[in-house]
């Protein structure tokens, strides 16, 4: 059968850098800047899925499966269900402490992402004001000087700058107040030579019982 070609994933790129790094000047221009930083983070995460995706599944190849020490094995045998048993436990709470790891990692990268996205609009808005400004003072200036040639009062106020928008403080992991996850271990073996141990202790206790049996008989 033919096989298929893998191929690593690249590195994610950026759709447009040069358009994201432009100052928007119109109302129009924040907003589709805005959209494309959208759509920049949402490529971004959809990337991130699929690279984690690839790893888990690589992860449960090499270490999905259950080995013992190579030796002959009864499967419906008591002692090898218990170590299954405990082997799937072992996993499942493996691959939950991973899912909040990525929780707690994806959390703050998101308020990040979203804190820089109402920068972008901010700051927009805050050059838009400065420029309005601007033109209202030429005016207001072009307005005084022909005033002043034609020898008239001039009586109107002098425009002011508008109290431009704050930047925000932005999120820190205290802010998300996330609780540091201690490291697992890198794993745990499951050893069978103890069951074959158990059997021959279990093998040498009724030995012995049956050599206290025979004691106790009287052969009369």
């Not at 703050?108 to 209202?136: C, F, I, L, S």
């Not at 207001?140 to 700058?161: C, G, H, M, R, Y």
Request: glycine share 4%; aromatic share 6%; with cysteine.
């Amino acid at each position: 059968m033919p096989s298929m070609q893998m191929q690593p994933i690249s590195p994610f790129p950026l759709i447009a850098p040069d358009l994201l790094s432009i100052k928007p000047e119109t109302t129009i221009e924040i907003a589709l800047l805005a959209a494309l930083r959208e759509a920049e983070i949402r490529n971004k995460e959809l990337h991130n899925r699929v690279l984690a995706y690839c790893e888990e599944t690589a992860k449960l190849k090499s270490a999905g499966k259950l080995v013992g020490d190579r030796l002959p094995k009864l499967l419906s045998g008591d002692e090898f269900y218990e170590e299954v048993v405990k082997f799937t436990h072992w996993q499942r709470e493996k691959a939950a402490a991973k899912t909040q790891r990525d929780e707690g990692r994806t959390e703050p990268k998101t308020g990040v992402e979203k804190w820089e996205k109402q920068e972008v609009v901010r700051k927009a808005e805050n050059q838009e004001q400065r420029d309005q400004y601007h033109r209202e003072l030429s005016k207001w200036k072009e307005a005084k000087a022909a005033a002043k040639t034609n020898k008239v009062s001039f009586i109107d106020p002098q425009p002011k700058l508008r109290k431009l928008t704050s930047a925000m403080k932005k999120p820190t992991l205290k802010d998300f107040a996330i609780e540091e996850i201690e490291k697992e271990p890198e794993g745990e073996e499951f050893d069978f030579t103890g069951i074959e141990s158990n059997k021959e202790s279990s093998k040498e206790v009724n030995s012995s019982n049956d050599e206290d049996d025979t004691s106790n008989v009287s052969c009369d």
